[in-house]
């Protein structure tokens, strides 16, 4: 039997014209994991599914894992180097397939023992980056990260054979969630695609999480197409769009009217696979009936959106466009070496995560929300961009900060702002 | 933006937990904090426990302040604070936390006594924030020596 490849699945559904729904579903209970898996596939839309792993797991923290396993705290995901293999097979067995191939997401910047653990259970797709998954959620410093995951996509292209083909998605377009202006998630995205691509990986995604502004978000994703276009040929890709990864919307309605955007965003911009946000977000870890509702008002709402035909979007005439392509020539020409390219990108602070805490990010750039409601900078610090994008500078209060954070969720819930 | 700038002696250490790797909570109260005046020395997301004991030795701030959202906090939290209180240096230091301490987001009285119970001083629910920010307006701007 032919191994299920993620790749070629989203591939098949983007020809058909359907958008590929994902949920980021983890349990630690693996009843309650394989129920997950079994009603994501029975949902009313395409999907393919997703083992979220816990946040032990990903700081390889595994004696903490085995502890809660064993006096049975609950988890905020999958623990899947903790429980058995025997046990992950009675999760993954007769539901990962080719209809319905399954994602471990995990959020690790030093993820050797995830992979090992995936490819072990006969799983090939998978997430983050060594940037993506390193500046923004852990203390690893950052040539720790590259060098894990210089050995992870070795991993996973090694894995590789005629008809089992691994795939690994850049994390790159969502850093820190919000606040980050779309032209570095761009090119983060595309970095980490390159860098993937250079070391063995032949399917790979580029992502980008939806921001404050939809006009600015389409100009994104397309500028996103434009230069995978350029620098991955002959590489099988695609895009896919995070609902809003920051502070999201109390009220059900705005939680899934905003989804219904993101669905949108999606299907206009030409991506193939959307990872939902639930109603549920603002307050808890999501159960199954969230994610449910979730993936098919998603899987509804795209099927209302139109996808434009070639040439007619955005394309390559948009700020986000040049400021992504000057931000990802300048890194590339650093180095023959993409590892080493990021590496000196961000230490010299051609690369700089506004926001970003992490010590091996310079921390000089700072960014706002305009009055037009797209993302702008403050302080483009040493970033390779114009004098001229920068547009305001004032000293940021917490006050304005929370205002900024909480844009997305007032516009969206009732009685909010605009 | 790491630590308050210029600061040596920080009087307020921001923590997140080990298994945490949210960042906004840890960048706005540091704003906040720094709006009442105090120095602050952010240690950022995902710290092990030996590390947040040895930036008390020698920071030795006035107040901790551990925040929390990924629902692992009070499991977190509770190890932290023993480990903390192990130490007959902090025995009296300032310890509060708060956040999204659990995974169902529910408040949870029986979290809290136990919080408190193991040495926290407070423990503060997501949205109790002007209860904190009075918290921290009455703790001295410079470190206890």
Same mark, same amino acid.
């Given at each position: 039997?032919?191994?299920?490849?993620?790749?070629?699945?989203?591939?098949?559904?983007?020809?058909?014209?359907?958008?590929?729904?994902?949920?980021?579903?983890?349990?630690?209970?693996?009843?309650?994991?394989?129920?997950?898996?079994?009603?994501?596939?029975?949902?009313?839309?395409?999907?393919?599914?997703?083992?979220?792993?816990?946040?032990?797991?990903?700081?390889?923290?595994?004696?903490?894992?085995?502890?809660?396993?064993?006096?049975?705290?609950?988890?905020?995901?999958?623990?899947?180097?903790?429980?058995?293999?025997?046990?992950?097979?009675?999760?993954?067995?007769?539901?990962?397939?080719?209809?319905?191939?399954?994602?471990?997401?995990?959020?690790?910047?030093?993820?050797?023992?995830?992979?090992?653990?995936?490819?072990?259970?006969?799983?090939?797709?998978?997430?983050?980056?060594?940037? &993506? %998954?390193?500046?923004?959620? #852990?203390?690893?410093?950052?040539? =720790? +990260? !590259? /060098? $894990?995951?210089?050995?992870?996509? @070795?991993?996973?292209?090694?894995?590789?054979?005629?008809?089992?083909?691994?795939?690994?998605?850049?994390?790159?377009?969502?850093?820190?969630?919000?606040?980050?202006?779309?032209?570095?998630?761009?090119?983060?995205?595309?970095?980490?695609?390159?860098?993937?691509?250079?070391?063995?990986?032949?399917?790979?995604?580029? &992502? %980008?999480?939806?921001?404050? #502004?939809?006009?600015?978000?389409? =100009? +994104? !994703? /397309? $500028?996103?197409?434009?230069?995978? @276009?350029?620098?991955?040929?002959?590489?099988?890709?695609?895009?896919?769009?995070?609902?809003?990864?920051?502070?999201?919307?109390?009220?059900?309605?705005?939680?899934?009217?905003?989804?219904?955007?993101?669905?949108?965003?999606?299907?206009?911009?030409?991506?193939?696979?959307?990872?939902?946000?639930?109603?549920?977000?603002?307050?808890?870890?999501?159960?199954?009936?969230?994610?449910?509702?979730?993936?098919?008002? $998603?899987?509804?709402?795209?099927?209302?959106?139109?996808?434009?035909?070639?040439?007619?979007?955005?394309?390559?005439?948009?700020?986000?466009?040049?400021?992504?392509?000057?931000?990802?020539?300048?890194?590339?020409?650093?180095?023959?070496?993409?590892?080493?390219?990021?590496?000196?990108?961000?230490?010299?602070?051609?690369?700089?995560?506004?926001?970003?805490?992490?010590?091996?990010?310079?921390?000089?750039?700072?960014?706002?929300?305009?009055?037009?409601?797209?993302?702008?900078?403050?302080?483009?610090?040493?970033?390779?961009?114009?004098?001229?994008?920068?547009?305001?500078?004032?000293?940021?209060?917490?006050?304005?900060?929370?205002?900024?954070?909480?844009?997305?969720?007032?516009?969206?819930?009732?009685?909010?702002?605009? | 933006?790491?630590?308050?700038?210029?600061?040596?002696?920080?009087?307020?250490?921001?923590?997140?937990?080990?298994?945490?790797?949210?960042?906004?909570?840890?960048?706005?109260?540091?704003?906040?904090?720094?709006?009442?005046?105090?120095?602050?020395?952010?240690?950022?997301?995902?710290?092990?426990?030996?590390?947040?004991?040895?930036?008390?030795?020698?920071?030795?701030?006035?107040?901790?302040?551990?925040?929390?959202?990924?629902?692992?906090?009070?499991?977190?939290?509770?190890?932290?604070?023993?480990?903390?209180?192990?130490?007959?240096?902090?025995?009296?230091?300032?310890?509060?936390?708060?956040?999204?301490?659990?995974?169902?987001?529910?408040?949870?009285?029986?979290?809290?006594?136990?919080?408190?119970?193991?040495?926290?001083?407070?423990?503060?629910?997501?949205?109790?924030?002007?209860?904190?920010?009075?918290?921290?307006?009455?703790?001295?701007?410079?470190?206890?020596?």
């Amino acid at each position: 039997m032919t191994p299920p490849s993620f790749g070629g699945f989203v591939a098949r559904a983007h020809a058909r014209g359907e958008l590929v729904v994902q949920p980021r579903m983890g349990f630690s209970d693996p009843r309650l994991m394989r129920e997950g898996l079994e009603r994501t596939r029975a949902a009313e839309a395409v999907t393919v599914g997703t083992l979220t792993l816990d946040s032990y797991t990903r700081v390889n923290d595994l004696a903490a894992a085995r502890l809660a396993v064993a006096e049975g705290v609950p988890l905020n995901g999958y623990p899947i180097c903790t429980h058995a293999p025997a046990v992950s097979h009675t999760v993954l067995d007769g539901i990962h397939g080719t209809g319905f191939p399954v994602q471990v997401r995990h959020g690790s910047a030093r993820p050797e023992h995830i992979v090992a653990a995936l490819l072990a259970l006969g799983l090939d797709a998978t997430e983050g980056g060594p940037v &993506s %998954y390193c500046l923004p959620y #852990s203390r690893t410093p950052l040539s =720790e +990260a !590259v /060098a $894990a995951w210089r050995t992870v996509c @070795g991993m996973l292209a090694r894995a590789g054979t005629d008809d089992r083909v691994p795939h690994l998605e850049s994390f790159g377009g969502c850093m820190l969630g919000q606040l980050c202006p779309p032209s570095v998630l761009v090119a983060l995205s595309v970095l980490e695609g390159v860098f993937f691509a250079r070391h063995g990986l032949r399917s790979v995604s580029l &992502s %980008y999480a939806q921001q404050t #502004s939809p006009e600015q978000d389409r =100009e +994104a !994703v /397309a $500028a996103l197409d434009a230069l995978a @276009g350029e620098l991955l040929p002959g590489v099988d890709r695609h895009l896919v769009v995070y609902a809003y990864m920051g502070v999201y919307p109390a009220s059900r309605t705005g939680a899934l009217r905003l989804l219904e955007a993101a669905a949108r965003l999606a299907v206009e911009s030409g991506a193939a696979r959307l990872i939902v946000k639930t109603a549920a977000e603002a307050h808890r870890i999501p159960t199954i009936a969230d994610n449910v509702e979730a993936l098919e008002t $998603a899987a509804r709402a795209a099927r209302t959106a139109v996808r434009p035909a070639a040439g007619a979007g955005p394309g390559v005439d948009s700020e986000v466009y040049a400021e992504a392509r000057a931000l990802v020539h300048t890194v590339l020409a650093l180095h023959d070496d993409v590892g080493e390219a990021l590496l000196l990108a961000f230490r010299r602070g051609l690369l700089d995560i506004p926001f970003c805490l992490h010590p091996d990010n310079a921390g000089r750039t700072r960014s706002f929300i305009d009055t037009d409601g797209r993302l702008r900078w403050s302080d483009t610090g040493r970033l390779p961009l114009a004098r001229t994008a920068v547009a305001g500078a004032r000293k940021l209060t917490s006050a304005d900060l929370l205002t900024a954070l909480t844009r997305v969720q007032r516009t969206y819930d009732p009685g909010g702002t605009r | 933006m790491n630590s308050s700038p210029g600061t040596e002696s920080p009087s307020v250490l921001l923590t997140g937990t080990s298994s945490d790797a949210h960042t906004w909570n840890l960048v706005y109260l540091q704003l906040v904090l720094e709006e009442i005046g105090h120095t602050v020395a952010n240690l950022g997301p995902c710290p092990p426990d030996d590390l947040v004991v040895r930036s008390c030795l020698e920071l030795q701030p006035g107040l901790v302040v551990v925040s929390s959202v990924n629902g692992h906090g009070f499991n977190d939290g509770l190890r932290l604070i023993r480990a903390l209180r192990a130490q007959p240096e902090l025995a009296s230091t300032t310890v509060v936390i708060g956040g999204k301490l659990v995974t169902d987001g529910l408040r949870n009285v029986g979290m809290i006594r136990r919080l408190t119970a193991a040495g926290y001083d407070r423990v503060f629910d997501d949205g109790e924030l002007p209860a904190f920010r009075a918290l921290a307006a009455r703790t001295p701007y410079r470190a206890v020596s």
